[in-house]
C-alpha cells in the first residue's frame, strides 16, 4: 500500500483518520520548513487537496519571499549496529575507500533498485518482487534485474541504468 503523494517536486503522507465519529484522509507536506497539511472526505479527492495545498504553500512563500523548500545538508546520522558498521569497515579498508563512500553506494544503489521496481511494476500492472544485483560484467552503473513474477508467471530480466 503506498500512501505517499507527489506533486511539483514535494512528497507528502496520507494517513486516514478516525475521530469523534468521523472519519476523514488527512496530509502533510513532508521536508519543508513549515507544518502543511490538508484533508479529504474520500480517495477521490485527497490528490487534489493535496496538490491545492502545495500550490498555496507556494503561492504564500513567494508572497513572504521565502523559498519553499527545506533545504538538505547532505549529510545524516545511520544507526546501523555495531557488526553491520564492523563489517562495512572492514570492507572499505579492503576496497580502499570511506566508509562514508560504501553507504552513499549503497543509497545510490536502492534508488535505482527501487527506479527500476517501479518502472516494471507499471509495465505489469501489478507488484513484482526483484533480485537485484550489480552486474559485475558491465559497467558498474548497470543493474540486473530479476523479476519473478510476471503477468504470465515467467520470469522476466530487466536491465536498467
Not at 44 to 62: G, N, Q
Request: glycine share 6%; hydrophobic share 35%.
Amino acid at each position: 500500500m503506498n500512501n505517499t503523494l507527489k506533486y511539483k517536486g514535494f512528497t507528502a503522507v496520507v494517513q486516514f483518520c478516525c475521530e469523534d465519529g468521523e472519519s476523514f484522509l488527512w496530509g502533510k507536506i513532508e521536508g519543508i520548513n513549515d507544518l502543511v497539511t490538508f484533508e479529504a472526505d474520500n480517495t477521490d479527492s485527497v490528490a487534489s487537496e493535496f496538490e491545492a495545498a502545495v500550490d498555496d504553500y507556494i503561492e504564500t512563500c513567494e508572497m513572504v519571499g521565502k523559498k519553499p523548500e527545506k533545504p538538505m545538508s547532505g549529510s545524516f546520522n545511520v544507526r546501523l549496529g555495531e557488526r553491520l558498521h564492523r563489517e562495512l569497515f572492514h570492507k572499505s579498508v579492503e576496497e580502499g575507500c570511506k566508509l562514508n563512500d560504501i553507504v552513499k553506494r549503497a543509497a545510490e544503489n536502492y534508488l535505482v533498485t527501487a527506479h527500476a521496481v517501479a518502472v516494471v511494476e507499471r509495465q505489469f500492472s501489478q507488484p513484482v518482487a526483484f533480485n537485484a544485483k550489480q552486474n559485475p560484467a558491465q559497467d558498474s552503473n548497470v543493474y540486473h534485474l530479476r523479476a519473478h513474477k510476471t503477468q504470465d508467471g515467467d520470469w522476466r530480466e530487466r536491465h536498467c541504468e
